[in-house]
């Protein structure tokens, strides 16, 4: 199997003076990418299978970037100071500065097919993404959809290249993907700072709203929660725990799936994508 050096890689197409001035910029995806090139890796084969299995997963990184830093754009430009601004329209800029690497990464492959499939699954993780922005506004709308709805946006992108994985893990490729891209998910609420939102909220703020009154509701949408209030529900809903337990579920699945297949070497290899996980389900009171 290749060895796996496309974070590395990945940095003269993302790194940019300007951008990184002015602006961040999401992480490489680097769990999923590596999981990829894992399975496009496994065995020996010809040489466009092997310069796919390179070039792919660094495209799919660059993509998932693009969409990502898309994201980051605050919607509520009103008012902004100069300064915030900048970085606003950096972020736009930074998102098509990232596509347009994909387009000129696989245009001098040859890989014009696969424009087209990654151009369709952009239009399909968007088609989701605007169906959740609509979801989240229903007060019926749980943290447990909320995950399941990430989950599948994080996999949205990785899934088309199924065809391009040998036949005899396909099934197993799959499941991982669901796992890993959940894990990433857990493992990023629980990373996350009381009270912090996302794109589309938080775990714990579907949580809370879930049990709160109407007027505590409303102040969640206002700047009139304090840490100690997203402190107190925590240990009222115990909301990190339940988050740990998820997460160590769905590291002791991703276990159980690869003892059960027989791959030592891509065993070997998955499971140290595990190991970050496992150290923030361990840790509490983060």
């Known amino acids: ?8 890689t990945s940095r ?11 602006t961040g910029v999401p992480e490489f995806p680097d769990t999923r990418v590596h999981l990829l090139h894992a399975f496009l890796n496994m065995k020996d084969q010809d040489d466009t299978v092997s310069h796919r299995g390179e070039l792919f997963p660094l495209v799919a990184g660059i993509v998932q970037m693009a969409m990502d830093t898309h994201d980051m754009i605050d919607t509520l430009a009103v008012h902004q100071e100069e300064e915030a601004m900048r970085a606003r329209q950096l972020n736009v800029l930074a998102g098509d500065f990232f596509s347009s690497r994909f387009y000129e990464l696989l245009s ?21 993404k605007m169906n959740l922005y609509h979801n989240v506004q229903s007060e019926q709308f749980t943290a447990e ?5 990430l989950t599948q946006l ?43 939102q996302g794109p589309f909220g ?11 009154q109407e007027q505590n509701k409303e102040n969640l949408m206002s700047d009139a929660v304090t840490t100690d209030h997203w402190n107190k529900w925590d240990q009222t809903y115990q909301i990190n725990e339940h988050l740990r337990s998820e997460l160590n579920a769905v590291l002791t699945d991703i276990k159980q799936r690869l003892a059960q297949a027989g791959y030592a070497e891509l ?7 595990t190991e970050a996980y496992q150290d923030i389900a361990s840790t509490k009171n983060r």
């Open 1 to 8: 199997m290749k060895p796996y050096r496309l974070l590395e």
């Open 108 to 128: 001098k492959a040859g890989e014009i097919e696969m424009i087209s499939l990654l151009s369709a699954a952009i239009c399909e993780t968007n088609r989701l």
């Open 145 to 149: 959809q909320y995950v399941e709805s």
């Open 12 to 22: 003269k197409y993302t790194e940019y003076d300007m951008i990184q001035k002015h």
């Open 154 to 196: 994080k996999m949205e992108l990785f899934i088309l290249f199924t065809p391009y994985i040998p036949t005899e893990v396909a099934e197993l490729w799959q499941a991982l993907l669901v796992d890993f891209s959940r894990a990433e998910i857990l493992a990023n609420e629980l990373t996350r700072a009381h009270g912090e």
């Open 267 to 273: 065993q070997t290899e998955i499971v140290q994508l």
């Open 202 to 212: 938080s775990y714990a703020l579907y949580k809370v709203l879930a049990h709160v």
